[in-house]
């Protein structure tokens, strides 16, 4: 599956319409202010909120295990890159515990809109 296609399932699925979500990564793409990375049915979404910091939205269709491979994934091309921060607002604290087993220092954010932070 497309990236976009992941996106507007796992969105639908949540109960989210997609068309004004996908319209906006597509904005922000297009100006170089994020990026997407996929492996698998799971997508990262990365904007860049300062110069080496990112905001990350996941989206997914992956069993966990999956899921488990796909983030492992995802840190590994964060860490081999120039990002420094990782922010994020995980309403799941699943995933919150799975990036945490697979090496990943959570700490308080200093952004007050993100309930977590990863330096990487």
């Not at 698998?40 to 899921?67: A, G, M």
Request: charge should be positive; proline fraction near 4%; glycine fraction near 4%.
């Amino acid at each position: 599956m497309k990236a976009s296609e992941i996106i507007k399932a796992d969105l639908t699925r949540r109960g989210i319409n997609p068309i004004p979500i996908l319209h906006k990564m597509d904005l922000v793409i297009k100006a170089h202010k994020g990026f997407v990375l996929q492996k698998n049915q799971s997508v990262l979404f990365c904007l860049y909120i300062r110069d080496k910091d990112i905001e990350v939205h996941l989206y997914t269709l992956d069993s966990p295990l999956t899921l488990a491979h796909s983030l492992s994934y995802f840190i590994k091309r964060i860490r081999a890159s120039h990002i420094n921060a990782i922010y994020g607002n995980a309403n799941n604290p699943q995933i919150i515990e799975l990036l945490k087993r697979l090496g990943v220092d959570i700490e308080r954010p200093d952004i007050k809109i993100f309930n977590w932070k990863a330096v990487v």
